[in-house]
């Protein structure tokens, strides 16, 4: 790492303001982002359309950071793990999920590791190294575009998104920009573990789609799921998502892990339903994925099925989404952002 700027931490305000300080035009930005995003160039050597003088100058101050996966799994049902290294030696990991398009969904990552001790969750068992930067949330994509076109951003990987707010920001900024990767505010979701403060500053600031990892209907329960939740009780977080859904006139998601025997009751359900009622919302089943070192088993079938219905039968919007990339611990809750034994490389670039 030297210590040039890298232009892929800068929104679009951020790049004029600096091409002013060098006594360049605002529309110099617009051009820099297509050749960095629509281009994918990295060496200023290559934007022919900027003037000599400017290249070079650009060149001896400024650098245009990109990130290669170390290793590349593929998943039997189409799903693809990215393990990425990133200038430090902290390690980060994305997935490419299908979709019934040609498109894909990119699940990135918005720390290195994660501070909030989820008990479902491997993230949380190496705890929080780092918060990443704009351009390194932004090069996940980048990286996996070189795959195909991505349709969705989620920003469901390692790490909680509102725990990192301000670079979050500004990589949706990015992401956003017409001139750059063009990915509208619906086509991105933000998932929290109810951060609540947080999640109402978020509002104000930019647009994007909020989901909310729920996991439990009653505080007792989700206490010991999301520790987050002795800081930020049900009554608060509920509260704080009925005014998101309000104010910005979207719908919020709840996402619920179905983990055998802790919270799959049809008593769990019931509770859910009466907890929920006032938010206009959609609920996310998903199925706890199985992984060593968790005593949390997955529900059998029956059991995922009844408690869909449950929800359905009295006026919620619930679907169930499909466990995918379990064969390479990409799905929900299994990343965990290093290689182990399992691990092995199928495409290295
Ligand atoms: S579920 Fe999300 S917020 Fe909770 S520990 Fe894992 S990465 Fe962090």
């Not at 360049?24 to 290559?46: C, E, G, H, T």
């Not at 990991?93 to 299908?98: C, F, H, N, T």
């Not at 969750?121 to 190294?129: D, E, Q, V």
């Not at 920003?155 to 990015?174: K, S």
């Amino acid at each position: 790492m030297d210590d040039k700027i890298d232009l892929k931490n800068m929104t679009h305000a951020d790049l004029v303001a600096y091409l002013d300080s060098l006594g360049q035009p605002a529309f110099r930005a617009r051009q820099l982002f297509k050749w960095i995003y629509q281009q994918r160039v990295s060496d200023f050597a290559a934007m022919t359309n900027v003037s000599k003088a400017l290249r070079e100058d650009l060149s001896a101050r400024c650098r245009i950071s990109t990130l290669t996966p170390l290793t590349v799994q593929d998943s039997q049902d189409g799903t693809r793990k990215y393990l990425f290294s990133l200038e430090d030696g902290a390690t980060i990991e994305a997935v490419r999920i299908p979709m019934e398009t040609d498109k894909a969904t990119l699940c990135i990552s918005t720390q290195a590791g994660c501070a909030m001790g989820c008990a479902f969750c491997m993230t949380a068992t190496s705890g929080l190294s780092r918060n990443l930067r704009a351009g390194e949330i932004v090069n996940q994509v980048c990286a996996a575009l070189e795959d195909g076109p991505l349709g969705n951003i989620v920003m469901m990987g390692m790490g909680e998104p509102l725990h990192n707010l301000d670079n979050v920001i500004d990589a949706l900024n990015i992401l956003y920009l017409d001139d750059g990767l063009g990915f509208g505010a619906r086509r991105v979701t933000l998932s929290t573990c109810g951060l609540v403060p947080e999640m109402l500053e978020l509002k104000k600031r930019i647009k994007v789609n909020l989901a909310v990892s729920l996991n439990a209907a009653d505080d007792e329960l989700r206490s010991r799921l999301m520790p987050i939740n002795h800081r930020y009780p049900l009554a608060e977080l509920i509260a704080a998502c009925e005014k998101y859904s309000r104010e910005t006139k979207q719908r919020v998601t709840f996402e619920y892990i179905l983990i055998k025997g802790v919270n799959d009751s049809l008593v769990m359900a019931k509770k859910l339903v009466k907890l929920l009622h006032p938010v206009r919302c959609k609920i996310n089943l998903i199925c706890f994925n199985q992984h060593p070192g968790s005593d949390f088993k997955s529900p059998d079938e029956n059991t995922i099925r009844a408690f869909q219905k449950y929800l359905l039968d009295h006026g919620m919007v619930a679907t169930l989404r499909a466990g995918k990339g379990r064969d390479i611990d990409a799905a929900c809750g299994q990343l965990k952002g290093r290689m182990d034994s399992k691990t092995h490389c199928t495409a290295t670039r």
